[in-house]
DNA sequence: TAACACTATGTAATAATATAACATTTATAA
DNA sequence: TTATAAATGTTATATTATTACATAGTGTTA
């Protein structure tokens, strides 16, 4: 059988997949520092090797930068293979991040002109206010 | 004739109005500690001070922190007086960063609910791509 | 296999960004 | 005036991110 070439597309180095599981575990974005203590147990001692990690893992989709915050989430979105276009909401209270997956949010950001008529490949977009509990 | 309550809602404070002019003369985003440097001769000399300008100044819309850039910009949108929606360009090869002032944007945002159809008073939004001069 | 290119890793040092803590001064308003 | 809030000055420190260089693994192909 061995490793097809889609399969190898997805396939994470160890770093990688050590860093993406904590990530995909957890319940919040986090940080970088917050990241490499927890990993430490696992070898992975420099912030170099995370930094390292992230940027693949940002690359390649399987997580997203909280810009705001300097934090990560993993993609739970299946739509976003490639980290091009993403929206968040964050409660300013708890700080609680979840990925917006809005069709019709999407569409009218990927489809939209400045006034020269430029579009644009790739966007971020951060919404900010108080969630359900908070409120 | 004194200084009436709306033109003291807008008047800043020496270190504020120093760094503002800075910001506002800048054909670029700049970062704090560009700041820092180009206002040392005026008397500003310890990376507190110019945080504190600048976060008084986005405090009241003055300016905008490009998050993704870890850098300021002066707000030249005048329907954005509270640093509440903003909306910008960003070239990925000059950098260069342009505010987007666009009603029908800014009305769909606004007007956005999420999957439980919870709004948000507040965003940030960053368009990446090529500027007319880079593409 | 050997040579090559490419990706990933390990490690140390350092750069860049941002805040804490505390003392003092200035502006505003009752 | 007196109280209050806002702004400033200063030192130290915390947090976030990159440079530089050496080594090791992985996949491709001659
Ligand atoms: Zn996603
Ligand atoms: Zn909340
Ligand atoms: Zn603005
Ligand atoms: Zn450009």
Redesign the pocket.
Known sequence: MG?S?ID?MH????????IFDLIDKSPEPL????ILFNVQKK??????????????LVEIGKIH?I?S???FIACHNSSCQVAKATAFSICEICEKVTEISSAGLSKYLANFKDKDGMKYNKYNLEFFGLCKKCR
Chains 1, 2 share one sequence.
């Not at 396939?11 to 050590?18: G, P, R, V, Y």
């Not at 070898?43 to 693949?56: E, N, S």
């Open positions: 490793i070439k190898k396939s994470l180095s160890k770093n990688q997949q050590i940080k970088a520092y917050t070898g992975i001692k420099a912030p170099l090797q995370v930094y390292r990690a992230l940027d693949k930068k810009e915050r300097n934090a």
